[in-house]
């Protein structure tokens, strides 16, 4: 199931409530997911203070101007699926951080591909059937 991991400095509290639901809305949207799948989108914040990462050898504190990570882990990732994710996720994430498409240079997305096998939902990979256990 989709996992989204959001590396960024924190957001309020209703911003959280706005950008989960939106970009669950949008991921289901660009892997055409039924229902049932959409309900396993899982977005995780991970709030960082800009004085614990540099880039370029300056810590982000000095120069005001954070960068945003995202992590997506789904399994069996396509080229044409990371694209279209790529074609709803970016436009999306720059209008909830504020940035203009000049600063789309401080948004980097990384996929991970997850084989069916590395990762178990209650107990059971899936797709698995109950035989065996």
């Given at each position: 199931?989709?996992?989204?991991?959001?590396?960024?400095p924190d957001f309020s509290f209703e911003q959280k409530k706005i950008?989960?639901?939106?970009?669950?809305?949008?991921?289901?949207?660009?892997?055409?997911?039924?229902?049932?799948?959409?309900?396993?989108?899982?977005?995780?914040?991970?709030?960082?203070?800009?004085?614990?990462?540099?880039?370029?050898?300056?810590?982000?504190?000095?120069?005001?101007?954070?960068?945003?990570?995202?992590?997506?882990?789904?399994?069996?990732?396509?080229?044409?699926?990371?694209?279209?994710?790529?074609?709803?996720?970016?436009?999306?994430?720059?209008?909830?951080?504020?940035?203009?498409?000049?600063?789309?240079?401080?948004?980097?997305?990384?996929?991970?591909?997850?084989?069916?096998?590395?990762?178990?939902?209650?107990?059971?990979?899936?797709?698995?059937?109950?035989?065996?256990?």
């Amino acid at each position: 199931m989709p996992y989204l991991k959001i590396y960024a400095p924190d957001f309020s509290f209703e911003q959280k409530k706005i950008m989960a639901a939106e970009l669950t809305d949008c991921i289901a949207l660009a892997l055409d997911l039924p229902e049932a799948e959409r309900d396993r989108i899982t977005i995780h914040f991970m709030p960082y203070r800009l004085e614990n990462m540099a880039i370029g050898g300056r810590l982000l504190s000095e120069t005001e101007e954070p960068d945003y990570h995202l992590e997506f882990y789904d399994a069996a990732l396509t080229q044409p699926k990371k694209e279209k994710l790529l074609r709803h996720l970016t436009p999306l994430m720059l209008e909830q951080l504020g940035l203009s498409p000049s600063g789309a240079g401080r948004l980097n997305i990384l996929f991970r591909a997850c084989q069916p096998d590395d990762l178990a939902i209650g107990g059971q990979f899936p797709g698995a059937s109950q035989e065996g256990i």
